[in-house]
């Protein structure tokens, strides 16, 4: 079993909670790796069997080139039936994680609950709930996968 947590964060507070998710994954002894969007090669994420994605939030939505990511990247290796997750820190308005659940669900990805948004600088507390999220991600992978 594969995951992996993609994210795209400017001053590292997303990427601070993709850090956090990735071991939560880890302490369920899935193989799992957090990379930048722009370091997450195709191949890797049709590998993953569960695929945690964050982004921050910026005038309201994700930037352009995280929008690129969900329509081209993510939607064409046809996740349909992996394991989703997502995230991101955010300022006042938070849209960029709904987003991206409600794409991954359209995508027909099994996303878990909650779309973790975190506001600002994650705190130890914060980095708790996403590691709690990613051994949640794990759990749900491993109950997919037990036989009848
Ligand atoms: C130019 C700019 C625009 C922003 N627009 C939004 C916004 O529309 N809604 C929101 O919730 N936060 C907004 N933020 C706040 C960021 O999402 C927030 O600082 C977040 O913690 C950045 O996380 P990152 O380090 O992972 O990129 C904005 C920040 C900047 C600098």
């Given at each position: 079993?594969?995951?992996?947590?993609?994210?795209?964060?400017?001053?590292?507070?997303?990427?601070?909670?993709?850090?956090?998710?990735?071991?939560?994954?880890?302490?369920?002894?899935?193989d799992v790796k957090a990379v930048s969007f722009?370091?997450?090669?195709?191949?890797?994420?049709?590998?993953?069997?569960?695929?945690a994605v964050g982004s921050s939030t910026f005038?309201?939505?994700?930037?352009?080139?995280?929008?690129?990511?969900?329509?081209?990247?993510?939607?064409?290796?046809?996740?349909?039936?992996?394991?989703?997750?997502?995230?991101?820190?955010?300022?006042?308005?938070?849209?960029?994680?709904?987003?991206?659940?409600?794409?991954?669900?359209?995508?027909?990805?099994?996303?878990?609950?909650?779309?973790?948004?975190?506001?600002?600088?994650?705190?130890?507390?914060?980095?708790?709930?996403?590691?709690?999220?990613?051994?949640?991600m794990a759990e749900t992978l491993k109950q997919?996968?037990?036989?009848?």
């Open positions: 079993m594969k995951a992996i947590v993609v994210y795209l964060s400017t001053s590292g507070n997303t990427k601070a909670m993709a850090e956090a998710i990735a071991k939560g994954i880890e302490a369920m002894h899935v722009y370091d997450a090669k195709p191949e890797e994420l049709k590998e993953a069997d569960a695929i005038y309201y939505k994700m930037l352009p080139p995280m929008e690129k990511f969900m329509s081209e990247t993510l939607a064409g290796i046809k996740p349909a039936g992996k394991v989703g997750a997502a995230f991101g820190s955010y300022g006042w308005s938070g849209e960029a994680p709904i987003v991206i659940a409600e794409q991954m669900r359209e995508m027909g990805m099994h996303v878990i609950d909650p779309v973790l948004r975190i506001l600002h600088k994650p705190t130890d507390k914060d980095l708790q709930e996403c590691k709690r999220l990613g051994v949640d997919q996968v037990k036989p009848a």
